[in-house]
């Protein structure tokens, strides 16, 4: 069984404000409100795959706001444990593809979340589920 723990960071996720200390200085201060609203977290728990979108087994990544976190390869029947938290603000998108080189990707489906918990089906054209949460690790 795979498992890992991985954090990955994404761009924009803390906010900086210029403050005046007098005399024209400027100083860079985070403003704790701004930085709290867009400090989340995804967690990605598990994947399960219960048909492929090939015969056999599909060669898939996933893509949180368009970055790749996960490539793995999977068997109808398959579940895989990710175990990996990703930073991100405002929302996160989620993407499973099924990699298909050289011929074009197959995108299996995607998902946007601001917050909560649950399971995200991809049925475009296979069947997977991952189970996520939103929050701090």
């Known amino acids: 069984m795979f498992h890992k723990f991985r954090t990955v960071t994404?761009?924009?996720?803390?906010?900086?404000?210029?403050?005046?200390?007098g005399?024209?200085?400027?100083?860079?201060?985070?403003?704790?409100?701004?930085?709290?609203?867009?400090?989340?977290?995804?967690?990605l728990s598990t994947l399960k795959c219960n048909d492929t979108e090939d015969w056999g087994q599909d060669e898939l990544k996933i893509e949180v706001n368009g970055r790749e976190v996960l490539t793995e390869f999977m068997d109808p029947?398959?579940?895989?444990?990710?175990?990996?938290?990703?930073?991100?603000?405002?929302?996160?998108?989620v993407k499973l593809v099924d990699i298909d080189s050289p011929d074009p990707d197959d995108v299996l489906g995607k998902h946007t979340v601001r917050r909560g918990s649950g399971t995200m089906k991809f049925t475009n054209g296979a069947d997977y589920e991952?189970?996520?949460?939103?929050?701090?690790?």
């Open 77 to 93: 029947g398959d579940k895989i444990t990710i175990h990996q938290y990703v930073h991100f603000s405002g929302s996160a998108t």
């Open 10 to 21: 994404a761009a924009g996720v803390s906010a900086v404000a210029l403050v005046s200390l």
């Open 130 to 137: 991952l189970k996520y949460k939103v929050g701090h690790p």
């Open 23 to 43: 005399g024209g200085t400027a100083q860079a201060k985070t403003s704790s409100a701004t930085a709290a609203a867009a400090d989340k977290w995804i967690y």
